[in-house]
């Protein structure tokens, strides 16, 4: 018997964006997890880089969604101050661990 990876029951983050578009996001892969619980350290100074490297792992997070909807770097910069990311983050965190809690 083979286990079937297309017949997990798959769950969503309902995001609501800047533009009014609603998309249902995916459970983050494994590398746009890495990337954004990497950079989300506790720090008092970010370089360049690595808020770079965190706008563009929230972009990747946020365009893997039911509706296929890009969100891009710019859109992430232009729409979402310190605040609003932290929130984000926050709550998708709190989703992700919600869903690794749960059966399917």
Known sequence: MYYDMTDVKKRYFPVKLK???KIDVNP?????????????KTSDKYNNEEIDNLVKAISLALSSNRQNYTVTTKQIEDWLDYDEIYDLLTKYFTWVQGTISQKN
Do not use: Q
């Open 28 to 40: 983050p892969k494994l590398k746009v997890f890495r990337a954004i619980t990497a950079l989300t």
């Open 19 to 21: 533009n009014g578009k």
